[in-house]
């Protein structure tokens, strides 16, 4: 009777246990493991930061797991509402925002919070949902809809000022748009439209971020200022060779002139101790990632769900090449977090609730079918 009753409970809690996608769980365990270890390195000065890194992660796989099982037709329903509340808490931030670093980015509601991760994940849902309901009429009028509903929430984002959060934002609103069939006219159109007003664009940057693209240009004008970041990162990356300097033996990290070292510039210790074969294969793993969320939204069965799905994938993948590009040296510096890999809270759960949605999507697929 009682191995009945084991069974009996097994069946019952089998589709609550076996949620996650398997390849798409342990490419990010094994990021979130590498992040880890990295970690470990570069936070030796930081006591507890590893620690915390366990707990986020824990967090982070609840939210995912809780994601997993959320089906995609609720996700549908609650498109709207969740984008009206992030705007809407945006809007909140605008009037009565806490200042940080001369920055109005947070609420305070016992604690500090960031509506503007939540714009991360209800864009796309948001966008998504609009398409869906005019699969079978869509118009360029539908598309100028769809520009406005994105602009409303990056200008808000902007306005904090968060150059980084805001280009998330704007290009996972983006990869909806384009997926859902915009014309390369449009996009030429646009790019065109864009290089034009890139003299408008420049006179409207706060200070900061014009600093920011001229260290790009030209670190070396100001060595031991606004370039030191990117020169003592681009000599770690450079420094680690083809097998790297070893694990706790990278001299940048520990002797203290990478900045941000846990956060942001993780990438660099990596490349500094792990070298060229650690850096491959770092980059294998994040394209397995993006293989995966791509093969999960083409099996995807309606529109809502194909869009999503990719824009999300999208959104990883345009984590990893900003992140990468920003610490060698590339891109300028936007403060954008190495995916399931850098030190932090709201960002790992927003990018795991991505990764849940992509799961619930390949788990309900034959349900929406049907």
């Given at each position: 009777m009682r191995i009945n009753e084991r069974r009996s409970l097994w069946r019952r809690a089998k589709p609550y246990l076996l949620v996650f996608d398997g390849p798409l769980a342990l490419v990010i365990f094994l990021l979130m493991c590498t992040g880890v270890v990295t970690m470990y390195s570069a936070g030796i000065d930081f006591p507890g930061r590893v620690e915390g890194q366990i707990r986020?992660?824990?967090?982070?796989?609840?939210?995912?797991?809780?994601?997993?099982?959320?089906?995609?037709?609720?996700?549908m329903r609650l498109a709207?509402?969740?984008?009206?509340?992030?705007?809407?808490?945006?809007?909140?931030?605008?009037l009565f925002g806490v200042v940080k670093k001369g920055a109005r980015r947070w609420l305070h509601v016992g604690t500090d919070v960031q509506p503007s991760e939540i714009m991360k994940i209800a864009m796309p849902l948001m966008l998504a949902w609009f398409f869906q309901q005019r699969a079978n009429m869509l118009r360029w009028h539908s598309f100028a809809i769809a520009a406005v509903l994105l602009m409303i929430p990056v200008g808000l984002i902007q306005k904090q000022p968060d150059l980084g959060t805001s280009l998330l934002v704007l290009a996972s609103g983006f990869y909806v748009i384009f997926l859902a069939g915009l014309s390369w006219k449009a996009l030429i159109g646009l790019f065109v439209a864009g290089a034009g007003s890139l003299p408008i664009a420049w006179s409207l940057m706060h200070d900061y971020q014009?600093?920011?693209?001229?260290?790009?240009?030209?670190?070396?004008?100001?060595?031991?200022?606004?370039?030191?970041?990117?020169?003592?990162?681009?000599?770690?990356?450079?420094?680690?060779?083809?097998s790297g300097k070893g694990f706790l033996k990278g001299t940048q990290a520990h002797l203290e002139f990478i900045p941000e070292r846990t956060t942001d510039f993780i990438f660099s210790v990596f490349s500094e101790e792990f070298g060229l074969i650690?850096?491959?294969?770092?980059?294998?793993?994040?394209l397995?990632?993006?293989?995966r969320g791509l093969m999960i939204a083409s099996n995807a069965p309606?529109?809502?769900?194909?869009?999503?799905?990719g824009a999300i994938t999208m959104i990883f993948f345009t984590y990893a090449f900003v992140n990468m590009g920003m610490v060698s040296g590339i891109l300028p510096v936007v403060g954008v977090p190495l995916p399931f890999m850098s030190y932090g809270g709201t960002a790992f759960c927003t990018l795991c609730l991505g990764a849940g949605i992509l799961m619930s999507i390949q788990r309900h697929r034959k349900l929406i079918q049907t």
């Amino acid at each position: 009777m009682r191995i009945n009753e084991r069974r009996s409970l097994w069946r019952r809690a089998k589709p609550y246990l076996l949620v996650f996608d398997g390849p798409l769980a342990l490419v990010i365990f094994l990021l979130m493991c590498t992040g880890v270890v990295t970690m470990y390195s570069a936070g030796i000065d930081f006591p507890g930061r590893v620690e915390g890194q366990i707990r986020n992660m824990i967090l982070a796989f609840i939210v995912m797991w809780i994601a997993a099982l959320v089906p995609p037709q609720t996700l549908m329903r609650l498109a709207v509402p969740i984008y009206t509340v992030g705007v809407t808490l945006l809007v909140a931030v605008f009037l009565f925002g806490v200042v940080k670093k001369g920055a109005r980015r947070w609420l305070h509601v016992g604690t500090d919070v960031q509506p503007s991760e939540i714009m991360k994940i209800a864009m796309p849902l948001m966008l998504a949902w609009f398409f869906q309901q005019r699969a079978n009429m869509l118009r360029w009028h539908s598309f100028a809809i769809a520009a406005v509903l994105l602009m409303i929430p990056v200008g808000l984002i902007q306005k904090q000022p968060d150059l980084g959060t805001s280009l998330l934002v704007l290009a996972s609103g983006f990869y909806v748009i384009f997926l859902a069939g915009l014309s390369w006219k449009a996009l030429i159109g646009l790019f065109v439209a864009g290089a034009g007003s890139l003299p408008i664009a420049w006179s409207l940057m706060h200070d900061y971020q014009r600093e920011r693209i001229m260290t790009l240009i030209d670190p070396t004008k100001d060595p031991l200022g606004k370039g030191f970041h990117i020169i003592q990162s681009t000599i770690a990356i450079g420094s680690g060779g083809i097998s790297g300097k070893g694990f706790l033996k990278g001299t940048q990290a520990h002797l203290e002139f990478i900045p941000e070292r846990t956060t942001d510039f993780i990438f660099s210790v990596f490349s500094e101790e792990f070298g060229l074969i650690g850096i491959l294969g770092l980059m294998f793993l994040y394209l397995l990632l993006i293989a995966r969320g791509l093969m999960i939204a083409s099996n995807a069965p309606n529109l809502f769900t194909r869009l999503l799905a990719g824009a999300i994938t999208m959104i990883f993948f345009t984590y990893a090449f900003v992140n990468m590009g920003m610490v060698s040296g590339i891109l300028p510096v936007v403060g954008v977090p190495l995916p399931f890999m850098s030190y932090g809270g709201t960002a790992f759960c927003t990018l795991c609730l991505g990764a849940g949605i992509l799961m619930s999507i390949q788990r309900h697929r034959k349900l929406i079918q049907t």
